[in-house]
């Protein structure tokens, strides 16, 4: 297996920390509810972002060649994660649902539903690990 070298700032965890202080700092949590959209997308995409990230390690260190010059269709993933295993397949589905469209496109405000997202996006991280363990530490 081909052995990856991680810079600080590509550490997939690092994402995820910076999605949550996204919200902490900047959404404006009112009861159950964000207020500012704008950060709930940003948010969002950030976590998705390190979900791909983590991904995309795993899957280069199995081998497979990821074209970086042009976008990434989502089943892409989906078909080398449906090969690896149904459950983290159910947990990217769902973390694409919340992550990337519910809260990247449409920047829903419903506070459990971005907790929900996050926790899917740091089991999908941890799960990964199994696989390429220099992944990183969570933060």
């Known amino acids: 297996m ?34 500012i959209p704008k950060y709930v997308r940003m948010a969002g995409d950030t976590a998705w972002h390190g979900v ?7 899957m280069e260190k199995e081998g497979h060649k990821i074209n970086r010059k042009k976008r990434v269709n989502v089943s892409y993933y989906q078909d080398f994660l449906a090969q690896k295993n149904l459950k983290i397949l159910n947990y990217f589905n769902s973390a694409y649902n919340i992550l990337h469209l519910f809260m990247g496109y449409d920047g829903e405000l419903n506070a459990n539903i971005a907790k929900t997202g996050i926790e899917l996006a740091e089991e999908i991280l941890n799960w990964v ?10 933060k």
């Open 52 to 58: 791909l990230l983590a991904i995309d390690y795993w």
């Open 2 to 35: 081909k052995q990856l070298t991680f810079h600080k700032k590509e550490n997939p965890y690092t994402y995820i920390a910076n999605a949550k202080e996204i919200l902490r700092t900047k959404a404006q949590k009112k009861g159950e509810f964000y207020s």
């Open 129 to 138: 690990k199994k696989y390429v363990p220099e992944l990183g530490k969570e």
